[in-house]
């Protein structure tokens, strides 16, 4: 195709990229529907992160903010471009999710070889209200830590943070008969 001089065809970046998961796309099958290229990479820990739950348009979903005391585990996956960009709109991005990026040290799963890889993490802005989520997506997040052995008092710090303490007991009463942190 001819372009006249001065422009040219402006293409998508063609590199896969490196996502941190830590919510609800930690499930595998879950993560391939939105994204078919996505494979997993390995596994990481994010130092001097929480999980927390803040609304967006459709609910309350997990998101991470810096806090020096606390980790979060995430999956990394390598995704196309094109993925990349619907993920995006899957995520709200850049409306109620940012993307940050990472350098974490992950751990291959097919080795015990840790290796650093530029990552990015889709974050929610920091304005957003903190949130319940419904028992439904907390299951999908449960299943995830379940799936890579992840330790799910992060997931139940993540809930008292969000909801508060009491509200949180009261919560995982509700929803442990439902199934929810067996």
Same mark, same amino acid.
């Given at each position: 195709?001819?372009?006249?001089?001065?422009?040219?065809?402006?293409?998508?970046?063609?590199?896969?990229?490196?996502?941190?998961?830590?919510? $609800?796309?930690?499930?595998? =099958? /879950?993560?391939?529907?939105? @994204?078919?290229?996505?494979?997993?990479?390995?596994?990481? +820990? #994010?130092?001097?992160?929480?999980?927390?739950?803040?609304?967006?348009?459709?609910?309350?979903?997990?998101?991470?903010?810096?806090?020096?005391?606390?980790?979060?585990?995430?999956?990394?996956?390598?995704?196309?471009?094109?993925?990349?960009?619907?993920?995006?709109?899957?995520?709200?991005?850049?409306?109620?999710?940012?993307?940050?990026?990472?350098?974490?040290?992950?751990? $291959?799963?097919?080795?015990? =070889? /840790?290796?650093?890889?530029? @990552?990015?993490?889709?974050?929610?802005?920091?304005?957003? +209200? #903190?949130?319940?989520?419904?028992?439904?997506?907390?299951?999908?997040?449960?299943?995830?830590?379940?799936?890579?052995?992840?330790?799910?008092?992060?997931?139940?710090?993540?809930?008292?943070?969000?909801?508060?303490?009491?509200?949180?007991?009261?919560?995982?009463?509700?929803?442990?008969?439902?199934?929810?942190?067996?």
């Amino acid at each position: 195709m001819l372009f006249p001089e001065g422009f040219k065809l402006i293409h998508q970046k063609e590199e896969d990229t490196f996502i941190l998961a830590y919510g $609800s796309n930690l499930l595998r =099958t /879950r993560m391939e529907n939105r @994204c078919p290229s996505a494979r997993v990479v390995g596994v990481t +820990l #994010l130092h001097g992160y929480r999980m927390l739950f803040k609304q967006s348009l459709t609910g309350a979903y997990a998101t991470i903010e810096q806090d020096a005391n606390c980790s979060v585990p995430a999956v990394v996956y390598r995704i196309s471009a094109e993925d990349e960009a619907h993920l995006d709109r899957r995520e709200g991005y850049p409306k109620y999710y940012y993307k940050r990026d990472f350098f974490p040290s992950v751990r $291959s799963l097919k080795t015990t =070889t /840790r290796k650093r890889r530029e @990552c990015i993490a889709y974050i929610m802005h920091e304005n957003r +209200l #903190l949130g319940e989520p419904t028992a439904d997506y907390v299951r999908i997040v449960e299943q995830g830590y379940e799936m890579w052995d992840f330790d799910k008092g992060i997931l139940r710090r993540a809930l008292f943070d969000s909801i508060g303490y009491n509200r949180g007991n009261k919560w995982l009463k509700a929803y442990r008969r439902k199934g929810l942190f067996e």
